[in-house]
């Protein structure tokens, strides 16, 4: 089945630790997105790719990094320098960014805490 | 800039009734998309309907319809008949380049 693939489903972190979250896509989606979810909140961007070796920060993209080097795949890393990384990330993927009529299609979340 | 605002924290409806979640938005651009989810506690992210801004007509899928007002700037959600599966977090969002997500309604179906 086509989808979006998360994982681990939970993680924890210790001090000073990075990790990093997967995102696996199989959808041929041009377009992948990590945002954050706090509890009770709705859902902030974090960074984004449109095309492979390519990515733009969101709007709260400090203290976490990127990489596309394959269409299918976009790992995030929530660094050390991210002081509060306690909450729900979720990866969506969508055919292209610009095409305003195209929904984005999520996994099912991996929910990061601290040790 | 885009702007997203859901009003109603939570929701209360007793099953098999209708229930309307607010949406407003604002944007400069004439081309947009209006989208809603649904979140279950489980926490993924279920499309639902979607609206495009040059659309005349206001969408529906099965139990969901979409009351596109444009001048109003509002795209309520109507869930008619409502199951207790019905009862998640309900996110309305919009889209010119990226997606811009309002900050939730938490419905609860009643018995």
């Known amino acids: 089945d086509g989808g979006i693939t998360q994982s681990p489903k939970y993680l924890f972190r210790k001090e000073g630790q990075n990790v990093t979250l997967s995102c696996e896509q199989n959808l041929n989606h041009d377009a992948m997105y990590w945002y954050r979810q706090d509890p009770g909140q709705g859902l902030r961007l974090i960074y984004y790719?449109?095309?492979?070796?390519?990515?733009q920060k969101g709007d709260i993209a400090e203290g976490y990094s990127v990489s596309r080097e394959k269409k299918e795949s976009f790992p995030l890393t929530v660094t050390s320098a991210q002081k509060n990384p306690t909450a729900f990330y979720l990866c969506?993927?969508?055919?292209?960014?610009?095409?305003?009529?195209?929904?984005?299609?999520f996994g099912d979340g991996t929910r990061l805490s601290i040790l | 800039a885009q702007k997203i605002t859901q009003t109603q924290p939570g929701m209360f409806v007793q099953e098999k009734e209708a229930v309307t979640l607010d949406c407003t938005y604002d944007?400069?651009?004439?081309?947009?998309?209006l989208f809603w989810y649904k979140q279950p506690s489980s926490g993924e992210m279920i499309f639902l309907i979607y609206?495009?801004?040059?659309?005349?007509q206001n969408a529906t899928e099965g139990r969901y319809s979409l009351n596109f007002q444009k001048a109003r700037k509002s795209a309520n959600l109507v869930i008619s008949a409502s199951q207790l599966g019905d009862s998640a977090m309900y996110f309305c969002?919009?889209?010119?380049?990226?997606?811009?997500f309002g900050a939730g309604t938490r419905l609860t179906v009643k018995p």
């Open positions: 790719s449109q095309i492979v070796n390519d990515f």
């Open positions: 969002a919009m889209r010119v380049d990226d997606m811009r």
């Open positions: 969506a993927s969508s055919i292209a960014t610009g095409s305003f009529n195209q929904p984005q299609h």
């Open positions: 609206q495009g801004s040059y659309d005349e």
């Open positions: 944007t400069s651009d004439q081309s947009y998309g």
